[in-house]
């Protein structure tokens, strides 16, 4: 029961980060999605870059920048920020499934020229009730995730920054048993993320606009196990490049139009399917050469993942090609004020079929600012489809300013 269990719920966090899978019956030859543990790390904390479709490598340094690109803290315009971001998930399917989001940073040396930055991640998987042999309910356990993060940016230039953040991940799939040989306890890992911010103002007609670029490397680290050391999986580590223009349309009136393209850095799982007796000349052999591929998937380091993640797929530059994801979106603000925002997430039918539209508003005072966005997913049978989610911050000058009075 143990097995079959933990399968459950690691098949839900699976399902929790895609779409239906009836699509991989249909296409069951071309379905191969990539396999991560803690796969909840995927998931965008906040309504800002959900509402724009998953977006926020290269925008303008928000609270929430530890999960995008904690690089862009350092050219943040105020000394410090908090914020609290909650989204319920799956709301379609059930009702106590949640990610819960805390960060915040601090300018800290006399150049504002340096941040340090912190965020708590959690994500509820809700109440799990579980049967004995005859079907009676024994107990209800409660999986979770979570990760907390540390993180520090520089300016390296006026123009470039970069940054890094120390990440500790803690998954709690574990099901207590009566016999201590086969219980199961939660399983931890630590993980890094190097980013960097470029940003310049280039003067177009009479305007002066900003033109943003972005990278991060994230979640570089060890592997985590389910199993008590057996079985490790990979962590969601991921390539996110993106870039920004902003400009005036009229006085007080601004749009910012981004581009972001995600690669998660993670080997493909080998697939019997893909080893058949034509190739390999028989059933023993093609059985032996898909065994070989398993274990070396299975042995294979998390650093030497990330560099054979760009050529493993089975299918080759097609399948590789498969695997990014991108997402479209823009932001339209009134004097910093009040905000309007849109955009377009897609991921290839193949590999996960996750594609929907995200939109979203908000405004900011001098202390408090509030976000929300709502998700429609192109497929009506998504579970995906109807998601919220809603930042609250505040922001440490306004707060200061008004103590001040």
Excluded at 182 to 190: I, L, V
């Amino acid at each position: 029961m143990n097995k079959k269990l933990k399968s459950l719920l690691i098949g839900l966090l699976a399902i929790a980060i895609s779409t239906p899978i009836a699509l991989a019956q249909e296409t069951k030859n071309e379905f191969n999605p990539v396999q991560t543990g803690v796969a909840a790390l995927n998931i965008a904390p906040d309504a800002r870059g959900a509402s724009m479709g998953d977006l926020g490598v290269s925008t303008d340094p928000d609270v929430n920048s530890q999960y995008w690109n904690p690089s862009k803290y350092a050219f943040a315009y105020s000394k410090g920020s908090i914020g609290l971001s909650y989204t319920p998930w799956l709301r379609k399917l059930v009702n106590d499934i949640f990610l819960a989001n805390l960060a915040g940073y601090w300018k800290i040396g006399r150049n504002d020229n340096q941040a340090l930055s912190a965020s708590l991640r959690y994500f509820s998987l809700g109440e799990v009730n579980m049967n004995d042999a005859s079907g009676v309910a024994t107990q209800t356990i409660n999986p979770y995730e979570m990760a907390v993060d540390l993180g520090y940016s520089r300016k390296l230039s006026e123009k470039f920054s970069m940054g890094v953040a120390f990440r500790y991940i803690y998954s709690d799939l574990s099901i207590p048993e009566s016999d201590v040989s086969t219980s199961t306890s939660g399983a931890s890992a630590f993980a890094a993320d190097i980013a960097g911010y470029y940003t310049t103002y280039p003067v177009i007609g009479r305007n002066e606009c900003q033109w943003s670029w972005g990278w991060n490397i994230s979640n570089i680290g060890s592997k985590i196990s389910y199993n008590n050391g057996e079985d490790p999986a990979f962590l969601p580590a991921n390539l996110r490049l993106g870039t920004t223009f902003a400009f005036p349309v009229a006085d007080y009136h601004n749009i910012a139009i981004s581009f972001d393209a995600n690669k998660l850095l993670v080997p493909t799982k080998p697939r019997q399917s893909d080893y058949t007796a034509d190739e390999y000349g028989s059933d023993p052999e093609a059985q032996e050469a898909y065994n070989n591929a398993l274990i070396d998937w299975e042995n294979m380091s998390s650093i030497s993942g990330i560099f054979k993640s760009f050529a493993d797929a089975p299918g080759g530059f097609k399948e590789e090609m498969r695997e990014i994801t991108l997402s479209v979106g823009a932001e339209y603000n009134y004097n910093q004020q009040f905000f309007l925002r849109a955009g377009y997430f897609y991921e290839n039918e193949y590999k996960g079929n996750r594609q929907y539209f995200g939109m979203g508003a908000g405004f900011a005072l001098n202390v408090i600012r509030l976000d929300a966005s709502y998700m429609l997913a192109t497929a009506q049978t998504s579970p995906l489809d109807q998601t919220l989610r809603f930042t609250l911050a505040f922001d440490m000058d306004g707060l200061k300013e008004l103590i001040g009075k």
